[in-house]
């Protein structure tokens, strides 16, 4: 008896002691859970809190540095932070077209021959064409302007100089030098020279670019030339054709105008001699960008037409007083096309040559003595007009040099002229006004 109360007693122990155990077990798995959730809670406090810390220093750091302006572009800016939003950004844009960038880029404008014109017409860009002229006051046509006081409108007729300057662009080809410096060229038989101040007279013209690659822009040696280059910088009137250099002597210069970005490369195929009268650019020295070879010519007009949207070629070539072209000016003008020229315009034989259509581009041989001497001259401009979709017509328009002056012409005598280009130019088709079919 004594025994199985024992057992008994014992038994109970053993349950008490199995039921402290499950009950202790239990506790530490909840203390466990406790110190767990405490944990776990703890660290992602901290994180929280470090993140937070370290995004207001961020922001701070931001406000701290961020610029004033919003970039759009290379050079294009938005003038206020709080600058509004996109589609206000996109009418911007669209306003200043897709030039924007380099047309609010001063120093690289100067720097690539870049010049900004604001056209008439919104929806066009009317650019015009014509041939030599002679300040020199040795000879007649500038002789005769000075005797009657300096009145331009007595030696081109004021309808004339209207239409001149009402064009967007006016181009001229300025077939001598201005200086006051220099020797003629030896045993050459024309050397012409101009005083600097004449140079006014191309503003007077509403002149915006003159072509210097002709057989007379070296005529009183290096020095003129180089007098020449400085007189119209300083007028303002970009020059083609010729510099210090060849680098510059071969530089298109181009003009954006209503969202286009428009070339014009110069050059002079006359002087076929090793040793010419005029002087070739070099990389060192100046003088004119030759093309009787025209490799050199022929990769500008291709670098040209990769970065503009219209490119035009002022070549210098041909004979002398000859109506029909030669086999230099044909072989060449296939060459140019081919190249990427989109108009050709031609001058030196001081007389009205054919207008041509090459591979769809319009090539007129020869625009004549614009003003340059007393001898009566059927002589004429070519106006173009061009838009974003390209060229959109292409006019010659008739005029007569004679005694010292040079007029528009009208009536019978327009007509007779724009005969006279119909059976030179049997090509295309020219209306009474003058306006060429591109066939």
């Given amino acids: 008896m004594h025994l199985l109360k024992r057992i008994i007693l014992s038994g109970r122990q053993l349950n008490f002691y199995y039921i402290y155990i499950l009950w202790y077990t239990e506790n530490m798995k909840k203390n466990r859970a406790k110190k767990t959730k405490s944990s776990f809670i703890l660290s992602f406090c901290i994180t929280l809190a470090f993140v937070l810390l370290v995004g207001f220093f961020i922001l701070f750091a931001y406000l701290w540095v961020r610029p004033k302006t919003k970039s759009v572009s290379n050079n294009f800016q938005l003038v206020e932070e709080d600058a509004p939003a996109k589609e206000q950004v996109q009418e911007i844009v669209e306003e200043n077209g897709k030039y924007a960038d380099i047309l609010n880029d001063a120093a690289y404008m100067a720097e690539h021959n870049i010049y900004a014109k604001e056209a008439l017409n919104k929806d066009c860009v009317t650019i015009t064409f014509a041939g030599d002229i002679l300040f020199d006051p040795n000879y007649s046509v500038m002789a005769t302007l000075l005797q009657n006081g300096g009145n331009l409108e007595s030696s081109i007729a004021p309808d004339l100089l209207a239409e001149m300057k009402s064009a967007d662009i006016m181009m001229i080809n300025n077939e001598f030098p201005y200086s006051d410096r220099g020797m003629p060229i030896p045993e050459k038989q024309f050397t012409f020279r101009a005083s600097p101040a004449s140079v006014s007279y191309l503003n007077d013209m509403g002149v915006d670019i003159v072509s210097l690659a002709n057989n007379h822009a070296y005529d009183y040696g290096e020095e003129a030339l180089l007098d020449t280059l400085q007189v119209l910088k300083d007028a303002g009137i970009p020059y083609v054709g010729a510099g210090i250099n060849e680098k510059e002597a071969s530089a298109p210069v181009y003009f954006i105008i209503n969202n286009m970005k428009i070339a014009i490369i110069s050059a002079t195929q006359i002087e076929r001699l090793d040793n010419p009268d005029t002087k070739e ?104 007009t061009l838009s974003e979709e390209g060229l959109q017509s292409f006019q010659f328009i008739p005029c007569l040099q004679s005694n010292c002056r040079t007029t528009l012409l009208a009536g019978e005598e327009k007509e007779r002229v724009l005969g006279e280009m119909r059976r030179m130019s049997g090509a295309v088709q020219i209306d009474a006004d003058g306006y060429v079919t591109l066939q």
Avoid at 289 to 296: A, D, S, T
Avoid at 323 to 340: F, I, R, S, Y
Avoid at 366 to 380: A, M
């Fill in 281 to 384: 650019a070099t990389e060192s020295s100046p003088g004119v960008f030759r093309c009787w070879n025209g490799e050199k010519l022929l990769q500008k007009i291709q670098e040209a037409k990769a970065e503009s949207d219209f490119v035009i070629v002022y070549v210098h070539w041909g004979t002398e007083n000859q109506e029909a072209t030669d086999w230099a000016q044909d072989k060449q003008a296939v060459e140019l096309t081919e190249a990427g020229a989109d108009l050709i315009i031609g001058d030196h034989p001081h007389i009205l040559q054919k207008i041509d259509v090459i591979n769809g581009v319009p090539v007129i041989y020869s625009l004549g003595n614009f003003w340059f001497n007393s001898r009566p001259i059927d002589t004429g401009m070519m106006k173009v």
